[in-house]
């Protein structure tokens, strides 16, 4: 239990959670926090002041640099950008094709359930040019491992994460290209560390295994998901990651676009709109938040900033105002407005489609919530549950 405090330039909590390595979650499995210093502000906050002193040409130029150590002289695939159609990966594959004259192939790990908007972005970013390796899980086991995580967890997102995880290393791997590009930074999510400088980084701990014992899916051991489902190990391969040897043999190199270009969502919400008709959410913005155009892709969104917002206290507005009053874009006094507004906003649009998902009922889906309510966040006034520490009380 930590005493919660909201950063003191942006809206972020100190209960916000850090990237855990996915296939190693279980139950009752320790969180770390976001980190915030002396005077009260966030890890992330220090490095966008930070990245204000970058010298952008000089970043560039190592951009540059990096990328001609890559590039394929025959025209053959040489950076894998993982994406889904998105603002962020349809901004990333066209600046590497289209500027900097490489050839990438992108891939997608497809959503459980495919929004309307997200498929025609999805479609909208292939037309415009650009081969894509589109994996889609088995269905049967995706749901299953998707219940679990929910029930287990609190986490119904946890397949969609494994695979955006695992799929551009595998494909790295098997395709021979030794570079994969991302088109955000961990560095400006409230990270635990933003002083490493490393270029280009090296396939990290929720990208391999050891051995499939130490496997979880869901919250729950291979061998048991097997046993009670009657699933064959063949079955859920697309969900295990790459064994260690093989991935240190491969030598593949990781990089962040925002590392070295200096952009921001927004930026790439325009540019996406001009390059490839990129559409936003089609309500006028995204329920549990103030933009429209993040996150559209799987009808499970919503859910799962939802269930974030029960563990955390902190939902998908918080997450958006922060960034963007890192960016400037908004002040600290609009972002704790919105917050105030949207935060914890219920995903109704599709909550009977995830039920149905899932298979799980509407009660059992509300005792699991009330299951994971941190009492240090969490208080009860008759039937109502509110936040015992919000930003704007603050």
Known sequence: MIKIEFCKKC??????????????????????????DSEGVCLSCRYFEKKETFN????????????SKFRSKD????????GSGGKDSIYTSIVLKEKYGMHPLTCTWAPGMYTDVGLKNYYSWLNYGFDNYLLTPNKKVHKI????????????????????????????????????????????????KTDKEESILKPRPWHFMENNDEIFLGGESIEKIQKNYKIDLSELNCFLPVRREIVEDSNINLLHLPDFINYNPQDNFYFSKQKTGFEVNPDGRTEGTYTKYSSLDDKLDGLHYYTWFIKTGRGRATEDAALE??????TREEAVL?????????????????LSYMEISENKFWETIEKFRPEHLWTKTGNKWSLKNTVWKK
């Open 75 to 82: 025209g053959s695939y040489d950076v894998i950008v993982p």
């Open 56 to 67: 952008w040409e000089e970043k560039e130029e190592e951009l540059k640099s990096i990328l």
């Open 338 to 354: 919105l917050v105030k507004k949207f935060d914890g906003e219920f995903p109704k649009k599709y909550f009977k489609d995830c």
């Open 11 to 36: 809206v972020e909590s100190n209960n916000r959670f850090l990237s855990s390595v996915q296939h190693k979650d279980k139950p009752n499995t320790e969180k770390k926090y976001a980190s915030f």
């Open 325 to 330: 009053v890192r960016n400037k874009i908004i």
């Open 145 to 192: 491992i998707t219940k679990l995580a929910f029930l287990n967890l609190l986490h119904p997102f946890q397949p969609f994460a494994i695979g955006q995880n695992s799929l551009p290393l595998k494909l790295a791997i098997e395709k021979k290209i030794k570079l994969i590009i991302y088109g955000d930074s961990i560095k400006e999510k409230a990270v635990e």
